[in-house]
């Protein structure tokens, strides 16, 4: 308690470093694979993807990602054994923080799109099994979050596959291609806003005074998606059929028609990412806040101040300008080609997947299921349509990114904890020398 009341001011400073970094790989990695389908298709240009990243995963976080963020990473470990030692909680967090932001920076570097969830878990997992017992870690949590290793791929795969062989028999393969795009697009708006309205009602809301029941959320998701397939049905009165140049690719009118579409599937697939992930990943941060200003008291949930979500939205940004170039590249070129009628029935079929994983809590990450979102879209044209060496490199590194996450974890947590008092190490130097 003492070094909490000494040192607090210091340790927000340097959680709030840290976590700006791991806000910095979640926009470089788990943001850039979100949009990477909208931008490999070229439907959206890098910028116009960074800027329907930055409004509507902000509005996902705020309006669906509910009013506290878990300090404990939904469970993942029991934190009442260290009301004794908040410090140690602080510490444990700290080097979370760095593990899964490091992590995420190798990874992004390479182009390789992993998981922010499973990151900071596998993190949070290595310093509360090393650093406190192996006792207080949720093994059937871990043990569910591999299992979502398999859940999120094979439904966002089985349900894109279904949206693309819809799109080739009703539109693709019929007599006039342009004209049934015309009369059917409209149809897979109406699903879109359908999709965003849900996740906002069912899991949202609620922190601004508004709650829901199941039917009154169908009954305005319903609304909702109406008003968008009305709206999108204006825009598309504007596509002839010709063929025309499009953010460097010639597009035909179909494909011209479904990049319309892909406006709207990206503002979809943002803000379930937004809901799903943003708020959660910047957990480690609210609890080292929530420990310093409580005066040592661990809560089991605490409320988001808005200005670390400030941290993590400036972070998020900075990320995905800087480095997220290289895993859109993978997502959207490397897997599979994607063209703006594939890449819609991805990313429709990934914020999909994120809406009924939330309605019965099957838990998922949302860049495993993109990815087998693109896959699926991939197997609808044949196994040959698909880079298995790359789809092989992507699933070691889903495999790796938890015991990384953990080894790292423990690394910096062995460079950070004060076993002692008197005792010197480089964050207490840091500290003294700050102080």
Not at 402 to 425: K, N, W, Y
């Amino acid at each position: 308690m003492e070094i909490i009341a000494e040192y607090g001011q210091i340790f927000i400073i340097i959680g709030c470093v840290v976590g700006f970094f791991m806000a910095w790989g979640i926009g470089a990695n788990d943001v850039a694979n979100a949009m990477g389908t909208s931008v490999g298709s070229r439907a959206l240009t890098l910028a116009q993807a960074v800027l329907v990243a930055c409004i509507f995963e902000f509005a996902g976080a705020y309006l669906a990602g509910g009013e506290v963020t878990s300090t404990i990473r939904k469970g993942i470990i029991e934190v009442g054994v260290l009301s004794d030692t908040p410090e140690l909680l602080v510490y444990g967090m700290t080097a979370a923080l760095m593990a899964a932001g490091i992590w995420l920076l190798i990874a992004s570097y390479f182009g390789w799109p992993v998981s922010t969830t499973h990151s900071i878990v596998g993190a949070i997992v290595g310093f509360a099994a090393v650093g406190i017992s192996t006792d207080v870690v949720n093994w059937g949590k871990v043990a569910s979050i591999v299992a979502s290793w398999v859940v999120s791929p094979v439904l966002a795969g089985t349900i894109s596959f279904l949206l693309f062989t819809s799109v080739r028999k009703l539109i693709l393969q019929s007599d006039n291609p342009f004209m049934s795009a015309k009369r059917y697009v409209p149809f897979y708006m109406f699903l879109a806003g359908f999709t965003v309205a849900m996740v906002t009602f069912l899991n949202g809301l609620k922190h601004v005074g508004l709650s829901f029941t199941a039917s009154e959320s169908v009954a305005w998701s319903l609304v909702f998606a109406l008003i968008i397939a009305l709206l999108g049905t204006l825009l598309l009165q504007r596509i002839d059929d010709s063929i025309k140049e499009k953010n460097g690719a010639m597009f035909n009118g179909v494909e011209r028609v479904f990049a319309v579409l892909m406006i709207f599937t990206a503002c979809a697939m943002a803000f379930a990412h937004g809901s799903n992930d943003v708020a959660n990943a910047i957990g480690p941060l609210a609890a080292i806040v929530s420990v310093v200003q409580s005066g040592g008291e661990i809560a089991s949930k605490s409320t988001l101040p808005a200005w670390v979500l400030l941290i993590g939205a400036s972070g998020i940004v900075l990320g995905l300008v800087m480095l997220g170039y290289r895993v859109m590249k993978t997502i959207g070129t490397a897997i599979t080609e994607l063209t703006p009628s594939r890449g819609f029935a991805a990313e429709l079929a990934a914020a999909g997947t994120v809406v009924i994983a939330s309605g019965t809590g099957l838990p998922i990450s949302t860049t495993h299921t993109l990815v087998g979102a693109v896959l699926g879209v991939g197997l609808a044209r044949g196994i040959g349509a698909i880079n298995l060496g790359v789809v092989g490199k992507i699933i070691l590194s889903w495999i790796v990114t938890l015991p990384i996450g953990a080894g790292l974890s423990v690394l910096f947590l062995s460079l950070i904890h004060i076993s002692e008092p008197t005792r010197r190490t480089p964050i207490s130097y840091a500290v003294f020398c700050l102080k």
